[in-house]
């Protein structure tokens, strides 16, 4: 064996990091390796804190498949008294036996005391000094986590915080670019920020809504979430006269108008390969929502014509909570329509343009659709 070959033996156990990998994927793997010295860490898990609602999310988890009653959950931060203790000591908190927790009232607590976890190890995460969410290192054995391996699991889990901090500042990077692009056109007077929260929390309703049988994970809600406003990033590249045309478009216009969806996806390449994001892990949920949110399922819609399920689940959830808070505002072609009438629409959309699925989630909240347009109100301009 020539000396080369000696100086290269050992194989870097953490190597599968250096991929371009979903942070839930990064997440499984360091569990296992995590496993090796501790095994009775039997999940992991991520709870991200939304400044904006002061509440609190499942994001990820490392155990295998669909581990709900635990995911898919969001709770004030205020109904949380004993992880506000977490915030308020700045520390992490070791609980040997959940048991303490047994009277709390509290459903996160209940929810994972129902899996059968018995000790948790709860770290908070903190980017550049603000709390940004929990780490969650839960056992199903009691007293299982001995204070002298916290060091060690410390260490994995600030490896971890550095991932989370990671791809949150690259979705946050990518989304303000892609405002910025909207924002040095006409096109931002034309889009209120009360549209952008509104389809933003409609497409989650639809998204939370089917996560049980489609196995959307949290990860991919939040990213539906965050990207569905941006499905006509596009627009920015139609003319103003077709654009804010007031009547109705005629076919060479609309021929025009149907562009928006390629140009749209073009535009986020672009972004994506400026700022060199090509890399993490979900930004084909953002191209699919660009690129297909006019795609119907029977195969009428555009850019390509895709038929049922060739057209992204992402895109078909977008695809309904656009529609819907096209058909209930005001447009410069149209005034806004009741709720009532647009439910009727949807209906008669679905299964031909719309994903039935994606429609009854959306039909089933009204109480929830009341909710978001109570909060994301325009402002009366005309
Ligand atoms: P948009 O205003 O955001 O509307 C999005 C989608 O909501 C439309 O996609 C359509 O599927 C649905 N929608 C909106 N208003 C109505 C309506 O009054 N009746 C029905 N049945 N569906 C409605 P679509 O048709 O592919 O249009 C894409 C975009 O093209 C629209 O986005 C809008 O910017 C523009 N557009 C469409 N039709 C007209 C029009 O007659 N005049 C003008 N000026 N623009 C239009
Ligand atoms: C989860 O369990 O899925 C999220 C973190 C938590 O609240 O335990
Ligand atoms: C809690 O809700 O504070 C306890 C549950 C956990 O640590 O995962
Ligand atoms: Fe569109
Ligand atoms: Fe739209």
Same mark, same amino acid.
């Given at each position: 064996?020539?000396?080369?070959? !000696?100086?290269?033996?050992?194989?870097?156990?953490?190597?599968?990091?250096? /991929?371009?990998? +979903?942070?839930?994927? *990064?997440?499984?793997?360091?569990?296992?390796?995590?496993?090796?010295?501790?095994?009775?860490? !039997?999940?992991?898990?991520? @709870?991200?804190?939304?400044?904006?609602?002061?509440?609190?999310?499942?994001?990820?988890?490392? #155990?295998? /498949?669909?581990?709900?009653?635990?995911?898919?959950?969001?709770?004030?931060?205020?109904?949380?008294?004993?992880?506000?203790?977490?915030?308020?000591?700045?520390?992490?908190?070791?609980?040997?036996?959940?048991?303490? =927790?047994?009277?709390?009232?509290?459903?996160?607590?209940?929810?994972?005391?129902?899996?059968?976890?018995?000790?948790?190890?709860?770290?908070?995460?903190?980017?550049?000094?603000?709390?940004?969410? =929990?780490?969650?290192?839960?056992?199903?054995?009691?007293?299982?986590?001995?204070?002298?391996?916290?060091?060690?699991?410390?260490?994995?889990?600030?490896?971890?915080?550095?991932?989370?901090?990671?791809?949150?500042?690259?979705?946050?990077?990518?989304?303000?670019?892609?405002?910025? #692009?909207?924002?040095?056109?006409?096109?931002?007077?034309?889009?209120?920020?009360?549209?952008?929260?509104?389809?933003?929390?409609?497409?989650?309703?639809?998204?939370?809504?089917?996560?049980?049988?489609?196995?959307? #994970?949290?990860?991919?809600?939040?990213?539906? =979430?965050?990207?569905?406003?941006?499905?006509?990033?596009?627009?920015?590249?139609?003319?103003?006269?077709?654009?804010?045309?007031?009547?109705?478009?005629?076919?060479?216009?609309?021929?025009?108008?149907?562009?928006?969806?390629?140009?749209?996806?073009?535009?986020?390449?672009?972004?994506?390969?400026?700022?060199?994001?090509?890399?993490?892990?979900?930004?084909?949920?953002?191209?699919?929502?660009?690129?297909?949110?006019?795609?119907?399922?029977?195969?009428?819609?555009?850019?390509?014509?895709?038929?049922?399920?060739?057209? +992204?689940?992402?895109?078909?959830?977008?695809?309904?909570?656009?529609?819907?808070? @096209?058909?209930?505002?005001?447009?410069?072609? *149209?005034?806004?329509?009741?709720?009532?009438?647009?439910?009727?629409?949807?209906?008669?959309?679905?299964?031909?343009?719309?994903?039935?699925?994606?429609?009854?989630?959306?039909?089933?909240? #009204?109480?929830?659709?009341?909710?978001?347009?109570?909060?994301?109100? !325009?402002?009366?301009?005309?």
């Amino acid at each position: 064996m020539s000396h080369e070959e !000696d100086l290269f033996t050992h194989q870097d156990t953490l190597a599968k990091l250096h /991929g371009n990998l +979903p942070l839930t994927e *990064k997440l499984r793997f360091l569990h296992q390796i995590i496993r090796q010295d501790f095994p009775f860490i !039997d999940r992991l898990s991520i @709870a991200l804190f939304d400044e904006k609602t002061e509440t609190l999310k499942t994001y990820t988890h490392s #155990t295998e /498949g669909n581990d709900s009653p635990v995911s898919t959950y969001e709770t004030p931060l205020s109904n949380a008294p004993s992880l506000q203790a977490i915030i308020k000591h700045r520390r992490p908190r070791l609980v040997q036996d959940l048991k303490i =927790f047994s009277k709390g009232t509290h459903e996160h607590t209940q929810r994972i005391t129902a899996k059968g976890y018995k000790a948790s190890y709860t770290m908070p995460l903190y980017q550049s000094d603000t709390f940004i969410g =929990f780490l969650f290192f839960n056992s199903l054995q009691a007293y299982s986590f001995k204070p002298k391996s916290l060091r060690q699991i410390d260490i994995y889990g600030h490896l971890i915080a550095l991932m989370v901090i990671n791809e949150l500042t690259a979705i946050r990077t990518l989304l303000a670019a892609v405002r910025a #692009t909207r924002n040095m056109t006409h096109y931002r007077d034309l889009e209120t920020g009360a549209h952008i929260d509104r389809t933003a929390h409609y497409a989650r309703l639809i998204a939370r809504e089917l996560a049980p049988s489609y196995n959307i #994970t949290d990860e991919q809600i939040e990213h539906i =979430f965050l990207f569905s406003p941006m499905h006509d990033v596009g627009k920015i590249g139609i003319p103003d006269n077709i654009l804010r045309k007031p009547g109705k478009l005629d076919q060479a216009e609309f021929d025009v108008m149907k562009t928006h969806p390629s140009k749209g996806r073009e535009i986020i390449d672009a972004v994506l390969e400026d700022f060199s994001l090509g890399t993490f892990g979900h930004t084909n949920i953002l191209r699919n929502i660009a690129e297909y949110h006019h795609e119907a399922i029977d195969g009428s819609g555009y850019p390509k014509g895709l038929k049922g399920e060739e057209i +992204p689940i992402e895109a078909r959830i977008s695809s309904v909570a656009d529609v819907f808070d @096209a058909l209930t505002s005001p447009r410069s072609y *149209k005034k806004s329509w009741s709720n009532e009438k647009a439910f009727t629409m949807l209906r008669q959309m679905s299964n031909s343009k719309l994903d039935y699925d994606c429609v009854q989630a959306l039909l089933k909240n #009204t109480d929830k659709i009341l909710e978001i347009q109570q909060r994301f109100r !325009d402002e009366a301009i005309d």
